[in-house]
């Protein structure tokens, strides 16, 4: 005891820490090579290198990546209140502001009761009408049209987000404006040096310059919205009318700052990653026909053709769970970040306070000791009953804990109609020659999309196009 605290004293509480294995070297110059050159080779290499808890020095900091579901169980909800998001937050409030992924502490807890409110299973169900109509006027391709399956799922879901968020107060103009300039902020985050090195908002580099044009064409739409929605004083029962009229404990609502703020986070947070769930799903069914074939079976034998309801959802099995398989392969949220304030206990080890906790989906879901046969798409292992056996945190495409994704049950139901009136009409017929090129940023993006030659099921209008 006087020994460790003679040395403590003289080489400081770091010289006695338990440290977890890893990769070291100068300034963590190696590792965020490794890192820059392709993150998710170099996450699953260091877990089969080192375990399931290995630390690495990385762009000045000191990374531990948790790749056992008990830990990240630990990380995400046991010790979720001396936990703080990651450092990549400051670069993302560059847009955000202090929206409900990007704030922390009193404010976070605050606007997150606020926000449930607009998320209540009553709430989420009334979405689905918006939603379904939406999906069946947004999807018309010709017949032997060659689409990018991503950037088609990425304009759908925009356009439903868009209108479960605003109703009928955003015009198809005002969507285009965003849109674009949502592509544009996508892309910053996607691969610009400026969001991998956190380069200041002020420096004058062109893709800052860019990102701040765009943001602003976001604020003007969003702010003429909500300003529109005060002086009319009208109820809207869309998810702004739902948090405008949203109150706290003491009575107060949120300021048109917060609206704006929340608004873009839903934008951001809600469309890229049920796009991508869903380019992905329709990847995966043009390489496994036999999945389709199972998939189309349920749509035929529950929907008959019809436009899907929140109640169908519940009947429709097959379908949540090939969403999930694919959500299992290519999660589009592929790490969750928290930086520790407290230094806390890993299987012995101890992760000082400071610290980047780098939690991988991408490494978990394909971990063949969960998951046999990782590589292979197979919807059964998410039959009922099945899934239930395995480690809480070994499928965690959500998160986890109090800061588990708002938007789950809002983002399943709406993958799951827009799967089925997209498959209910059509077959795609992946174009040869496309290997799958990843690029992992805030998301799980395929670097240059996916083609497919569209092919239609006979007998299958849209139901907007009957009734015209
Ligand atoms: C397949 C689709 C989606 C996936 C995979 C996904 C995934 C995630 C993940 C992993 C987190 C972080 C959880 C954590 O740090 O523990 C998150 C947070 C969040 N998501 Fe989603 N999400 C999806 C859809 C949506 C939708 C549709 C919305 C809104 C309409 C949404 C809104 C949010 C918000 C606001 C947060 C921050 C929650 C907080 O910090 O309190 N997400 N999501």
Request: neutral net charge; glycine residues 8%; contains cysteine.
């Amino acid at each position: 005891m006087k020994v460790k605290a003679l040395v403590e004293r003289a080489f400081g509480r770091e010289a006695l820490r338990v440290k977890a294995p890893g990769a070291r070297g100068r300034f963590g110059l190696r590792s965020t090579a490794s890192y820059a050159r392709n993150p998710l080779r170099w996450l699953r290499t260091l877990r089969d290198e080192y375990g399931d808890i290995v630390e690495a020095e990385m762009l000045g900091r000191k990374w531990f990546v948790v790749s056992h579901p008990d830990d990240i169980e630990k990380v995400l909800v046991k010790h979720a209140k001396v936990m703080n998001r990651d450092a990549y937050i400051h670069i993302l409030q560059r847009t955000l502001g202090l929206g409900l992924l990007t704030s922390e502490g009193e404010l976070w807890k605050r606007q997150r009761k606020l926000m449930a409110q607009a998320f209540t299973p009553r709430r989420i169900q009334s979405y689905a009408e918006t939603m379904s109509a939406v999906t069946d006027r947004g999807v018309h391709w010709a017949e032997g049209s060659v689409i990018d399956l991503h950037a088609e799922m990425s304009r759908v879901t925009m356009e439903v987000v868009a209108a479960v968020l605003f109703g009928a107060g955003i015009g198809a103009e005002e969507v285009r404006v965003v849109s674009e300039a949502m592509e544009v902020v996508n892309g910053f985050y996607a691969n610009s040096l400026e969001a991998i090195l956190e380069v200041p908002e002020w420096v004058p580099t062109p893709r800052n310059r860019e990102l701040s044009v765009a943001v602003k064409r976001i604020d003007a739409v969003l702010y003429d919205i909500i300003a529109e929605r005060r002086r009319s004083g009208a109820k809207h029962d869309d998810l702004l009318g739902t948090l405008l009229a949203a109150v706290d404990d003491d009575g107060s609502a949120m300021t048109d700052q917060q609206l704006r703020d929340e608004a873009i986070t839903l934008f951001l947070a809600g469309h890229e990653t049920t796009a991508l769930t869903l380019g992905y799903t329709l990847m995966l069914l043009g390489k496994y026909p036999e999945v389709e074939q199972r998939l189309k079976a349920e749509l035929d034998s529950v929907l008959g053709g019809r436009l899907p309801t929140a109640d169908d959802t519940r009947a429709l099995p097959y379908t949540r769970q090939v969403l999930e398989e694919a959500m299992r392969l290519y999660p589009p949220a592929w790490t969750t970040g928290r930086e520790s304030r407290e230094p806390i206990e890993l299987r012995g080890f101890t992760i000082p306070a400071g610290s980047q906790i780098l939690t991988s989906q991408w490494v978990v879901h394909r971990d063949p000791r969960f998951f046999p046969d990782p590589e292979a798409f197979d919807p059964d292992r998410f039959e009922k009953g099945r899934a239930k056996q395995l480690p809480k945190y070994a499928y965690f495409p959500f998160g986890g804990g109090p800061r588990v994704c708002i938007g789950n049950h809002f983002a399943m139901m709406e993958a799951i109609l827009i799967l089925a009136i997209v498959m209910q009409r059509h077959h795609f017929e992946l174009l040869p020659d496309q290997p799958l090129d990843l690029a992992p940023s805030v998301t799980l993006r395929p670097a240059k999309g996916v083609r497919a030659v569209v092919k239609h099921r006979p007998g299958r209008p849209r139901v907007a196009e009957a009734a015209e």
